[in-house]
């Protein structure tokens, strides 16, 4: 089946740094991948689309200068969060679909957990 | 605009019992659903999900759901409940046609299975 992998799993990091978080489609190719928030016991929010070759679209209320989303090929997209502040913890959650089905599901990854101190 | 309503925080129920989860869904076009579930510091599961055809879909770990479109609503069942049900179970919905490729979640539903 369709595998997501996310990287790190988790980080801890300072104040004021920037964190990168890898998400890859293992085995298929994703024109879309898509960025969520989760904070503890809620529901997901979407950041952002991300589609591949071309900028992201942010959801309302999301930074886009604060998150900054790389989808440069089609198994690989990058979410950076900027100047990072303790506001910013919370559970990361990319998913991608597979560009040859339509209909499908979304495959998620399994998520990293930022902790600012 | 599409929304996903899950009205109930947290089932509760006893192994070997019948269990449902309700999700009530809100879209202009015609509804994709999907059924996640979610263990503690984990990703989601995929459970199963309606696109077209009949109204009950299997999906997997035993669990089904059925499609009603009079009330829209796509509840989650599962006939004898298992200890290792007991996790955090969304609903989603994708309006293929308004809304793109986006998938709206629910809330959330934390299913308690007591042994």
């Known amino acids: 089946g369709a595998v997501v992998s996310q990287h790190p799993s988790w980080v801890i990091c300072k104040s004021g740094t920037s964190v990168k978080i890898e998400c890859r489609s293992l085995?298929?190719?994703?024109?879309?991948m898509f960025w969520y928030r989760q904070f503890p016991k809620q529901s997901l929010m979407l950041m952002a689309t991300s589609n591949e070759g071309s900028k992201a679209t942010y959801e309302q209320g999301v930074e886009k200068d604060k998150f900054l989303i790389n989808h440069a090929s089609l198994t690989l997209s990058t979410l950076t969060v900027t100047s990072a502040h303790p506001e910013d913890s919370s559970f990361y959650i990319c998913s991608a679909r597979d560009l040859y089905q339509t209909y499908n599901e979304q495959f998620f990854g399994p998520g990293t957990r930022l902790t600012v101190l | 605009a599409q929304s996903v309503a899950q009205p109930e925080d947290q089932v509760n129920v006893a192994e070997g019992n019948p269990l449902t989860v309700k999700c009530t869904y809100s879209v202009s076009g015609n509804p994709y659903l999907f059924w996640y579930v979610q263990y503690p510091n984990r990703g989601l599961q995929f459970l199963l999900k309606?696109?077209?055809?009949?109204?009950l879909v299997k999906g997997s770990y035993g669990f089904e759901a059925e499609f009603n479109k009079s009330q829209t609503s796509f509840h989650l069942k599962k006939p004898s409940a298992l200890v290792s049900d007991s996790a955090l179970y969304f609903c989603?919905?994708?309006?293929?046609?308004?809304?793109?490729?986006?998938?709206?979640f629910g809330a959330g539903t934390r299913l308690f299975v007591k042994a």
């Open positions: 309606y696109i077209t055809g009949d109204n």
């Open positions: 085995d298929f190719q994703a024109t879309t």
């Open positions: 989603a919905v994708r309006d293929m046609y308004t809304g793109g490729f986006k998938t709206i």
